[in-house]
């Protein structure tokens, strides 16, 4: 069968990549084609458009590149019609995806949703297009199954989160190996984590950043994005006492004792690494003044959505400045408070489902295919 499947983010390549690892066994003769970056592009499959081309945060990023986007969505259509695929997949990524998924459902096409937008933080009148719209939705959270069928009559299928597979089955590292290849000492390792578009990073980079001094005992590794290049961070490390280590999120998580996040699936990452946190995030002025009028959720982290307390704490904004990372992290490194936040890291993966999420999810999308 043919599968064209769409995703617009680093996250969403991670876990495009294993669902196209799990079609493959499920369907060995698959044929997909897709939307998403280097790590789906290793499994096979043939890459029409990279994330990196993708990608605008925030409101005004978003309108300032309106053009751009719809040029792409008028690109993926067309190359669609020219495929025919069986299935289209959908990974996150919503204000592209659900476009193309009124388009398709209208000419009759089979639409597959994996990793539900997050309606139930804003834009909660998605639902009605996801209804029209989408054949099978699959969600990663637990509290999504509740949201969509008690709350909304929309069946779907809670599949675990993907992010166990890909942490729990990935290559360990040899620490002592890692620090000699990637020129680090003995010190203790904080991990920064900036996010992985250009916009964010910009925003989050330097006031992480302005920490470092304050922690002589300590070195600091910024994990560049894959999609980002070099020279980008370079001004960045030229100002502090940093080193930088790219495309190795996982593996410098895996030796790291504390970490400095930017909201979003790294929050979660970093709590499965069992790596204690503190989330920063700063938008555009005008960004944030829209979102926190509009976004009706207590935290920002899915670490504390999940858990539905604060497991970590998180910076927003004018909070998300030098003394306050400072205190935040100096906490960090107190054992009785890394043994509070290490309690709640356990019980929070047991609430995400299980390992399995990739290959429930191709049986799933192989087996309804088989129905028709």
């Known amino acids: 069968m043919k599968y064209y499947i769409i995703a617009g983010e680093a996250s969403g390549d991670l876990h495009g990549s294993n669902l196209m690892k799990s079609l493959y066994n499920e369907d ?5 084609r897709f939307w998403g970056g280097d790590l789906m592009q290793s499994v096979g499959g043939t890459l029409v458009k990279h994330y990196r081309d993708l990608s605008f945060m925030g409101f005004l990023e978003v309108a300032l590149n309106l053009k751009t986007i719809l040029n792409n969505i008028k690109i993926c259509k067309k190359d669609i019609l020219e495929f025919q695929p069986d299935v289209l997949v959908f990974i996150d990524y919503p204000g592209f995806n659900m476009r193309i998924a009124k388009w398709a459902k209208k000419l009759g096409m089979k639409t597959h949703y994996y990793i539900s937008p997050q ?14 719209d989408i054949d099978k939705m699959y969600v990663i959270l637990p509290f999504e199954k509740d949201f969509y069928e008690n709350k909304h009559h929309y069946q779907v299928e809670f599949v675990g989160h993907p992010l166990i597979d890909a942490i729990h089955n990935r290559t360990s ?6 620090r000699n ?4 000492s003995n010190k203790p390792i904080i991990a920064i984590l900036p996010g992985s ?10 006031v992480m950043l302005s920490v470092v001094a304050d922690f002589p005992d300590y070195q600091f590794v910024i994990a560049g994005a894959p999609s980002q290049e070099y020279s ?3 001004t960045f490390l030229i100002a502090n006492n940093c080193h930088f280590i790219s495309n190795k999120t996982y593996d410098l998580l895996s030796v790291s004792y504390a970490a400095l996040v930017t909201s979003g699936t790294a929050t979660l990452e970093t709590a499965l690494f069992k790596v204690p946190e503190v989330v920063c995030y700063k938008g555009s002025w005008l960004s944030y003044q829209i979102a926190k009028r509009i976004v009706t959720l207590k935290y920002i982290s899915l670490v504390n959505l999940i858990m539905d307390k604060e497991v970590v704490t998180e910076l927003i904004q004018e909070n998300c ?3 306050n990372i400072k205190i935040e992290l100096q906490k960090l490194l107190d054992s009785s408070y890394r043994s509070e936040v290490l309690e709640n890291y356990n019980e ?4 995400l489902g299980g390992s399995g999420a990739s290959q429930k999810t191709a049986k799933l999308i192989v087996s309804n295919l088989q129905k028709i």
Not at 119 to 132: G, L
């Open 173 to 178: 590292v040899n620490e002592i190996e890692f």
């Open 181 to 184: 290849e990637n020129n680090l």
């Open 119 to 132: 309606i139930w933080a804003w834009k909660e009148n998605r639902i009605k297009d996801i209804k029209r």
């Open 321 to 323: 400045n030098t003394k």
């Open 197 to 206: 578009r250009k916009q964010e990073i910009t925003k989050m980079l330097s």
């Open 348 to 351: 929070l993966e047991m609430k």
């Open 28 to 32: 060995p003769t698959a044929e997909i």
């Open 232 to 234: 980008f961070y370079s």
